[in-house]
């Protein structure tokens, strides 16, 4: 079994939109996002199989969120990962907005 010989860390990347999970300087994973207005809709979580169960992707959430909470952001949990962190990690609630159609809509256009 390989360790990792320094912490992950999270950074954000404005330029594409991102959050990402650096091992030993490699990204090993990412959240994706869009901002709507007051509103950080994430709508991607993926980790690299190479780093898969080292509990990467919920530490990349947890710092992605909090970054939001710090931003003055509001989070629209459209990507299934985040969501399901959500569900269990209840102090993000009182920033956390409901997945419209509306939401939904609006994220289809930003995408493309």
């Known amino acids: 079994m390989s360790q990792t010989s320094a912490a992950p860390v999270v950074e954000r990347n404005d330029a594409k939109h991102r959050y990402e ?3 030993d300087g490699k990204r090993a994973g ?4 869009r901002d709507r ?6 709508y991607h979580t993926a980790v690299d ?3 898969a169960g080292q509990g990467l992707a919920s530490h990349l ?4 969120l909090t970054d939001v909470r710090d931003s003055g952001k509001r989070i ?10 959500l569900e269990k990690h209840d102090e993000f609630a009182d920033i ?3 997945v419209t159609p509306d939401v939904l809509r609006w994220l289809e256009t930003e995408l493309g």
């Open 37 to 42: 207005g007051t509103q950080r809709v994430f």
């Open 61 to 64: 959430v947890h710092q992605a």
């Open 96 to 98: 956390t907005d409901p």
């Open 30 to 33: 990412l959240t994706a996002y």
């Open 49 to 51: 199989d190479a780093f």
């Open 21 to 23: 999970i650096l091992v």
């Open 76 to 85: 629209v949990p459209a990507c299934p990962y985040v969501a399901k962190y």
